[in-house]
T-cell receptor, first 114, second 115 residues
């Protein structure tokens, strides 16, 4: 079975500062990894995904993530936080043997201070 | 395209009452999913479907039933609601052809309170 762990349920940064949200995964077969964002009172929407084509993945709104197999990590970064980045972020993993079902982390709430 | 829509947006039930949540998608997706979201627990899969007429259990199926009679609709039923089913329910869909690499598209959610 696969799983993800998001380190830090709450992260707070100042506007303009680096954003780093951590995600570690566990899987016995090659994983596919996703980051989703959820704004208040809305559903989740895809930020980016790793599908084995390239280890550095660029997504929407200036976010990117790097797949590191040796560290079993897929951390999300953005060089400069904007107030509009305040939201909850979820890391998710799927594997080919699982009918496309994703296992989600518990989420990290990002607060951006002016 | 409306994407994924959910009906209703809010509902309050008394213990023991029943209800059905409706999810509809207009993207011709094969796969559909029902999740519940509880504070600090991420999303947990209740049931899913890989095509019209098929359903399967997810991580937390007890107390719920589902049906997928039409490709575009996925219904989630609560036969006898319990306070433990107070949650926000999300429906999602995906193409299905890409399997594990497919993006899931989420609806706006249904906030259910069981008293």
């Amino acid at each position: 079975a696969q799983s993800v762990t998001q380190l830090g349920s709450h992260v707070s940064v100042s506007e303009g500062a680096l954003v780093l949200l951590r995600c570690n995964y566990s899987s016995s077969v090659p994983p596919y990894l996703f980051w989703y964002v959820q704004y208040p009172n809305q559903g989740l929407q895809l930020l980016l995904k790793y599908t084995s084509a390239a280890t550095l993945v660029k997504g929407i709104n200036g976010f990117e993530a790097e797949f590191k197999k040796s560290e079993t990590s897929f951390h999300l970064t953005k060089p400069s936080a904007h107030m509009s980045d305040a939201a909850e972020y979820f890391c998710a993993v799927t594997v080919n043997t699982n009918a496309g079902k994703s296992t989600f982390g518990d989420g990290t709430t990002l607060t951006v201070k002016p | 395209n409306a994407g994924v829509t959910q009906t209703p947006k809010f509902r309050v039930l008394k213990t023991g009452q029943s209800m059905t949540l409706l999810c509809a998608q207009d993207m011709n997706h094969e796969y559909m999913y029902w999740y519940r979201q509880d504070p600090g627990m991420g999303l947990r899969l209740i049931h899913y479907s890989v095509g019209e007429g098929t359903t399967a259990k997810g991580e937390v199926p007890d107390g719920y039933n589902v049906s997928r009679l039409k490709k575009q609709n996925f219904l989630l039923g609560l036969e006898s609601a319990a306070p433990s089913q107070t949650s926000v329910y999300f429906c999602a869909s995906s193409f299905g052809s890409g399997g594990a690499t497919d993006t899931q598209y989420f609806g706006p959610g249904t906030r259910l309170t069981v008293l």
